[in-house]
């Protein structure tokens, strides 16, 4: 049993990370394609989408892991990142920004502050609901 101060991983967390991973598989994809096949663009900026998706890798995947090891996910997270940007200045139809790294990196603060704050947790929130039902 573990201690009261250790926190405990989620039940489901294979689950979780196999999910987590279709999303980095499928984040690469649609920023690697030709543009005119990604679905419509949205309204907002594209450094904003680039912030708001980070944010939620850094949460989704903090929640799997001890919270020491928050500092790990967010450079494996930033690898990932900047391995975006080189195969998108590689690709004759896409084009790398640094400031597109930038936003990656704003999003992964962000999502690392807010993990330490307890949403990190939110694993077990959605397992409980299993639970009771």
Do not use: T
Request: proline letters at 6%; hydrophobic letters at 65%.
């Amino acid at each position: 049993m573990a201690a009261v101060d250790e926190p405990v991983l989620p039940r489901w967390r294979v689950f979780w990370m196999v999910v987590g991973v279709i999303n980095l598989a499928i984040i690469m994809y649609l920023a690697l394609v030709p543009l005119k096949q990604v679905l419509p663009p949205i309204d907002w900026s594209d450094k904003a989408l680039h912030f708001v998706v980070f944010a939620g890798l850094m949460v989704w995947f903090a929640a799997l892991v001890k919270p020491a090891a928050y500092g790990w996910v967010l450079v494996a997270l930033l690898v990932y990142g900047g391995a975006m940007e080189v195969m998108q200045s590689i690709m004759p139809f896409r084009q790398a920004e640094f400031a597109d790294f930038v936003a990656d990196f704003a999003g992964l603060l962000v999502g690392w502050g807010v993990c330490r704050l307890g949403l990190a947790r939110w694993p077990h929130w959605v397992e409980g609901l299993f639970r009771r039902a």
